[in-house]
DNA sequence: GCAAGAGCTTGATACGGGTCAATGTCGGAG
DNA sequence: CTCCGACATTGACCCGTATCAAGCTCTTGC
């Protein structure tokens, strides 16, 4: 094994074939053909580190980025100087589409962890959507998805921090799911505070409701990591809005 | 003036030439050949009165709708049977965007007064899009404009009451201007419920805030109509937080 | 013109969760 | 190993706004 045991690397390091979000990235669900013509327009994929960023809110966007590995937010710092968190970006998920209409950045995306990127440049991209029918269609869904995820981002407004918390577990864990990972165990890549900035509670709150859920046997933590010991529990506590009220019988003032 | 007069109507009513909305219609964007591209596609403009639905969540969405005249609200039921707001339509807009994706409507898409809409059948739209180089870019901007609509709205989570209700009341002054209106005088298509189901708050809070707007001067109501007095305030309001606290001026703590 | 109802305003009270403060815990640098 | 700084937890207190409860004011139908 010598030279081609080196190129072979190279390859994997770059080829859709060999990448571990192929079941979820955009360029998946097209045809062996289109997947063909794109494989020269992407840009070798990109390592970027914990708390590094992919790009800044104002940049001019040249591309989409699609997460090849590890995890990244996109989030906004409003007005008054706070962070908002927009999203966290999982493997095979696409960012930059908010800067497609002005091709200018309006968030900032970091990674949570040592991640791997890869760039498709619009120019390029543009060029085989003229010819690739499915390509369109596959930019267009995952818009759509987009809107479909911010629409239920602002459904967080009328919850509770208890409901807003279990919600942001689940859908956790069915991500996790449909990449093919346990929906029981799992490690969160976001620090408390993130997931504050996110689910809009104080680090305090995130703490304290973890702390009681865990105290009603609905989950473990430890760390980073969740052990989702009653989904079905969690779940009936998003759409009820709560639990069997073991723990405050007490009407407090 | 005989007969000619009468058709001379008919095309008014359904030519995007005569159409009021025209300047912020996705059609308008269109070079001349394209828009004559669209107009055997689009269907004669249809009527919807105060209350009536465009379309329901779960409808197999067979079109894009877009706003000729009048205003239209978009809104889900959340799992606990709430009325949730999503986005307050004029002319011009386009609305189903999120049903591109699956071809479901995931929104209700409700009239606040009388109506006319134009409907883009999404079959014939893809041919088009298939010839338009334009049409196809300006679907991208709708969809990707819709994007940073949505973001903007999640900003609010973070925001006071007032500051909700000063942006919101902003930005729709900001939305009339852009039409030709006035944006210090309008009339509000939506009740005070509406509002509230929007900014996620009670519609008794939604009138607190604009008395008090009003008895610091800010503002001017009538029944719906507005009257914006102090704009800059207003702003300042937004991104201050504060005005020059004349009714609380103890600093807590 | 009057009655009925829908929508709006105003007041009193309760409580969820933010903020401030203190302490605990882990991981990395030296 | 030990110290340091970042992150997490726990507690006390209080503010903003929901909720409940009247009363008010238009609009609409008859």
Redesign the interface.
């Known amino acids: 094994m010598g030279m081609s045991a080196i190129v072979d690397l190279e390859q994997r390091k770059n080829s859709c074939l060999w990448c571990g979000a192929r079941q979820n990235c955009i360029a998946a669900s097209l045809e062996a053909a289109d997947a063909a013509l794109l494989e020269p327009v992407k840009r070798p994929s990109r390592v970027v580190r914990r708390g590094q960023h992919l790009f800044l809110a104002g940049d001019q966007l040249p591309a989409l980025y699609v997460i090849r590995s590890g995890s990244i937010k996109s989030y ?1 710092i ?3 100087g ?1 962070e ?1 968190i ?1 999203g966290f970006h999982l493997p095979g998920d696409t960012i930059g ?6 091709g200018e950045a ?2 900032n995306a970091a990674a949570l962890e040592t991640s791997s990127i890869c760039t498709l440049p619009l120019e390029g991209l543009w060029q085989v ?1 003229e010819r690739s029918v499915t390509l ?1 269609r596959e ?3 995952g ?6 995820r ?2 239920g ?6 919850r509770t921090a208890d409901q807003r918390l279990a919600a942001f577990l689940l859908d956790h864990a069915d991500n996790m799911g449909r990449r093919g990972y346990s929906t029981e165990v799992f490690n969160l890549s976001m620090s408390r505070r993130d997931i504050g900035k996110y689910l ?1 509670m104080a680090t305090e709150t995130v703490s304290r409701v973890l702390t009681r859920f865990q105290g009603l046997g609905l989950l473990a933590t430890n760390r980073n990591e969740i052990r989702l010991l009653d989904p079905t529990g969690l779940k009936h506590l ?2 009820e ?1 709560g639990i069997g009220d073991t723990s405050r019988a007490v009407t407090h003032h």
């Open positions: 906004v409003t007005e008054d706070e908002q927009i589409f908010d800067a497609l209409a002005t309006r968030s959507a369109r930019l267009i869904r818009m759509s998805r987009e809107v479909l911010l629409t981002m602002l459904q967080n407004e009328r809009d998003v759409t809005g």
